[in-house]
């Protein structure tokens, strides 16, 4: 008898299934808050407890919107990269030859409205905002602050740029204020977005990347993590022909460098989402 309850505990323990292990949780910001609310209602919960969760969610969050802003980012510099900007407003200088006065135009520029003719759509389509605010700066000149927001997660990025005022071809204070602002808030959107604004005659296909440009790759590249398929991709000579990734880098062409820079910010943001998901 006892033989064959043993032998009956026996077939029930193979027949038994086995329960799998609960997965660990996931730190997000919505299972967080659950977690808030359930602390909130138990009355033997500490205040200590409350405020440290709450915390664990505002970092949760905080982070959560600067990866949404990447990404957003990300995609407008890819959307731009097909973008040309041609410079389109010429200036004109007059110049003296002893003999009588005459207006030549000296230089062009793309004007803030033609730089933002073309920005505001995909800003709009990614629900993002580029505004301005200025402020006085050292020796009488402003300086100009541009702010990136993500509207839905409300994570933003700054840039600034300062000028003294141009008081050149006989501007009064205030036409001198009026032409240093929008000056500066080109600069500042082409900062931002690395916009390179090309001439009527040259399509963009002139030369290198300068120094500053190769700078702005070289950290990207570091932060992607990318390595030399980048290079091959970019048409660039590979790092043991140049002797250094700077020197490589340097090699980038002119029209190729939004290209560049949207590639990484993209390799980049996806490396970013790739971590929250395994995290």
């Known amino acids: 008898m006892e033989e064959q309850t043993s032998l009956n505990r026996e077939a029930k323990q193979r027949k038994r299934r086995v329960e799998p292990l609960p997965a660990p949780a996931v730190h997000t910001p919505s299972t967080v808050l659950a977690l808030i609310e359930r602390v909130t209602l138990d009355p033997c919960a500490g205040v200590e407890k409350l405020d440290r969760l709450a915390a664990i969610y505002e970092r949760l969050e905080a982070k959560e919107a600067e990866r949404s802003f990447n990404a957003a980012k990300s995609r407008t510099l890819k959307k731009l990269a097909g973008i040309k900007i041609v410079k389109n407003r010429p200036v004109l200088s007059d110049i003296n030859n002893g003999k009588q006065r005459d207006t030549v135009e000296a230089f062009k520029y793309a004007p803030l409205e033609e730089i933002d003719k073309h ?5 709009a389509e990614e629900q ?3 505004s301005y605010s200025d402020e006085p700066w050292d020796g009488g000149g402003i300086l100009i602050r541009g702010r990136l927001k993500h509207l839905p997660g409300g994570h933003y990025e700054d840039s600034f ?3 003294p005022l141009d008081t050149t071809g006989g501007k009064s204070n205030v036409q001198a204020v ?3 602002n929008s000056f500066l808030r080109r600069y500042v959107a082409c900062n931002i977005f690395n916009i ?3 001439g009527d005659d040259d399509d963009g296909t002139g030369g290198t990347i300068d120094e500053a440009q190769a700078k702005t790759i070289v950290e990207l590249i570091k932060k992607a993590k990318v390595g030399p398929k980048f290079l091959k991709y970019m048409r660039a000579q590979s790092v043991e022909e140049a002797a250094s990734l700077e020197a490589a880098v340097a090699t980038i062409a002119a029209r190729d460098y939004r290209k560049a820079v949207s590639t990484l910010e ?3 943001a996806k490396a970013e989402a790739g971590h929250a998901h395994l995290s």
């Open 119 to 123: 920005l505001r759509p995909l800003l």
């Open 128 to 130: 993002m905002d580029l």
């Open 161 to 163: 740029m300062p000028a």
């Open 178 to 180: 009026g032409s240093t």
């Open 196 to 198: 390179v604004v090309v």
């Open 266 to 268: 993209e390799q980049i």
